[in-house]
């Protein structure tokens, strides 16, 4: 038997590696840095079960303008990447029909049920398990307008069944006492949980993956052999590593791949910021988000992390580390006693594509060829339930889903 080579080592790459080598099979796991060191080394740390719903619906659409001529809203797109990002925004826009939202919800939802029967057995099975937090994530809400604003979004977990419990007064600062006084009400996601620190997550499934006897090689795809399929991925170096089964899984660098394929896919960028606080002078238990400020404060990696906003201007363009500093100065009106003196700034690509559906799915021209990719800001949420589910479709079991709604060529 040949090997699987699965290209991308984030944690979507090393979850489909290690499932692949516990199952057997022989893998190679490339990557053009090392493990772990794109999006993945600075998400929000979040297991985000409650949040499938689609970027693109009608009440985003009425709050874009807004958003767009506020140079420190939560969505900046470079005017200079306007043309090239018109025909993702095109498919965003098909993407807010109420009839195609409520089935890119379902999508979502099914995905989201399994995240964690799959992430407790993926970090069992690597003696992970205590990378995993016990506390849930807190929504917070200054008024009850702000509140109205969000309720389509507890519709949509209602409809589906996913626990929530809204909170007011003493409850809010019994659960973290560092919130100010001027959050009227909370919801509390007991299921969205937090990873303690994803990068190390990364490392410590890389070595699991390693000591089952997989395989690591660093560096930049740029083509293929093909011929009834993908025989070969070469590298830049020279280099040219047979595979008998090709997974792409690159993040938002996949659709470079899928191009050489002749397999395009509208895949996006979403530059997301963090700024990592090792000193911040506060403890806390739960992660927060407050939608109406567009940012989220994670204890992870050994201090905490404030993320989130979306800026459009592709792969290339430098950071504008200014978006970070807006993070930390709303963090500031939810943690008042917060301080930011000993800080990183980071900024990464999440892989977007105009549904926010992930694809999770076999090529659609080449034998042997899977796609993991597009999974935006869920891609440590998915991790494990997409490891499981390219696993069944490389070694040929029927998954437990059906894995239509993900397919490669839906757009």
């Known amino acids: 038997m040949g090997h699987v080579v699965v290209v991308g080592a984030g944690i979507i790459g090393v979850a489909i590696a290690f499932e692949l080598q516990r199952r057997g099979r022989n893998v190679v796991l490339i990557d053009r840095g090392a493990p772990g060191q794109g999006a993945s080394y600075g998400n929000m740390a979040s297991i985000a079960v409650t949040e499938f719903m689609p970027a693109s619906r009608p009440s985003i659409w009425a709050q874009m303008p807004k958003w767009l001529l506020d140079p420190e809203g939560p969505v900046r797109i470079r005017p200079s990447y306007l043309p090239r990002l018109s025909p993702w925004f095109l498919r965003f826009l098909e993407a807010s029909r109420p009839s ?122 740029v083509g293929f052999d093909r011929s009834d399929g993908v025989r070969a991925v070469r590298l830049k170096d020279g280099r040219s590593i047979d595979a008998s089964q090709t997974v792409l899984c690159a993040g938002a660098h996949t659709g470079r791949l899928s191009r050489l394929l002749g397999e395009p896919i509208p895949l996006e960028t979403e530059r997301g910021y963090h700024t990592q606080i090792m000193d911040p002078g506060i403890s806390m238990r739960h992660s927060i988000i407050w939608p109406a400020r567009a940012f989220m404060v994670t204890p992870t990696a050994g201090g905490i992390r404030v993320g989130g906003t979306v800026e459009m201007a592709g792969l290339d363009a430098a950071p504008d580390y200014r978006r970070a500093k807006v993070l930390v100065k709303r963090a500031r009106e939810a943690l008042p006693e917060l301080r930011a003196n000993e800080v990183t700034e980071w900024m990464g690509h999440r892989p977007a594509l105009p549904d926010t559906v992930p694809i999770i799915s076999p090529s659609a021209k080449h034998h042997g060829v899977f ?13 494990a339930t997409t490891g499981r589910l390219i696993a069944d479709l490389v070694t040929g079991v029927e998954p437990p889903i059906d894995l239509k709604p993900y397919r490669v060529n839906r757009f």
């Not at 917070?140 to 409809?159: C, K, P, T």
């Open 100 to 221: 195609r939202v409520r089935e890119l919800e379902a999508a979502g939802a099914v995905l989201c049920y399994r995240v964690h029967e799959d992430l407790g057995f993926l970090l069992k099975a690597t003696g992970l398990s205590d990378m995993l937090s016990a506390e849930g994530c807190l929504s917070l809400y200054a008024d009850e307008a702000e509140f109205r604003a969000d309720r389509e979004h507890i519709e949509v977990l209602e409809r589906f069944g996913f626990r929530h419990e809204i909170l007011g007064g003493n409850a809010i600062r019994d659960l973290e006492p560092a919130l100010t006084t001027k959050i009227a009400k909370t919801v509390l996601f007991p299921d969205n949980r937090s990873i303690r620190d994803p990068y190390q997550l990364v490392l410590k499934l890389s070595e699991k993956f390693l000591s089952l006897g997989g395989r690591i090689e660093q560096g930049e795809v």
């Open 371 to 383: 796609y993991a990719t597009g999974h935006g800001h869920l891609g440590l949420t998915y991790a």
